[in-house]
């Protein structure tokens, strides 16, 4: 599978590299970021940390695109749609792993997967994906007097609140219940008593927290807390290859990280 990273000299491009230069199967032959990017113009491997493998930053995504398989974008939501566009033309399925994706930036993606092969992704861990499986699944099997709650911690360095993965989490609950998540969403609680069947968030963010989600399902004498943490980024570098692989060679259309997973629920 020949890849190219784009936001290559961020935390999770320079992550996916080193990820990627150990795996088998798997050859990185183009790497893109921002000209004023540190490091455009170096070897992308000894920016990683594994030792020089003939691919040098770029900031020329078409250029490098030709003869590539899957691009992975952890770029800027603002270059995201045009991003999708060369992927497109150049015949490249995406992994789109950028979140605050706007409307535009969805509207490219259905756009590109017309041409390729696209999954946008609130998070590439498999232990996340698998936790937003059974937050559904447990949406669906509860009743509805059991109150869900989703508290999610970042690093202070965040930009975005509710992160994409708490969204995706109480869009998953949202769907066991077979309600729109916007007609049940609290954001931010200040006061007052709960309604009957609001999804609330509680958001933190502080030092270096790489990404703690719990969905809590309170009902009468007893809680179900369904939890992950992350303390590595490499576990998000970990799965962006894997479903990088996997997107390789698909039918044009849109996919989820679900997809990746040999499990799915059916609420």
Not at 83 to 110: E, F, I, K, Y
């Amino acid at each position: 599978m020949r890849l190219v990273i784009v936001g290559a000299s961020g935390r999770m491009g320079l992550a996916i590299a080193r990820v990627a230069a150990s795996t088998n199967g798997v050859k990185i032959v183009g790497a893109v970021d921002r000209p004023d990017a540190p490091g455009c113009g170096r070897d992308i491997g000894e920016l990683a940390g594994v030792g020089a493998i003939g691919v040098s930053l770029s900031a020329d995504l078409p250029a490098v695109l030709v003869g590539a398989d899957v691009m992975v974008d952890f770029s800027a939501p603002t270059a995201t749609a045009r991003n999708l566009a060369a992927a497109a033309a150049a015949g490249v399925a995406a992994l789109v792993g950028t979140t605050g994706l706007d409307a535009a930036a969805q509207s490219a993606a259905n756009d590109a997967a017309r041409r390729v092969p696209v999954i946008i992704a609130a998070n590439t861990s498999l232990g996340v994906t698998l936790l937003i499986e059974l937050v559904r699944a447990a949406s669906y099997a509860l009743p509805e007097d059991f109150d869900i709650e989703i508290i999610e911690g970042h690093h202070r360095h965040k930009k975005d609140a509710p992160s994409g993965t708490a969204l995706a989490l109480g869009h998953a609950a949202a769907e066991g219940r077979s309600v729109s998540l916007d007609s049940v969403a609290v954001p931010a609680r200040t006061g007052g008593e709960r309604e009957r069947g609001e999804i609330g968030f509680a958001v933190v963010r502080g030092g270096d927290i790489v990404g703690d989600h719990t969905v809590l399902f309170a009902g009468e004498g007893e809680r179900v807390s369904l939890v992950h943490q992350a303390t590595d980024r490499a576990i998000f570098a970990r799965g962006a290859v894997r479903a990088a692989s996997w997107l390789s060679g698909r039918t044009p259309g849109r996919y989820e990280m679900r997809d990746v997973l040999p499990f799915k629920t059916r609420a």
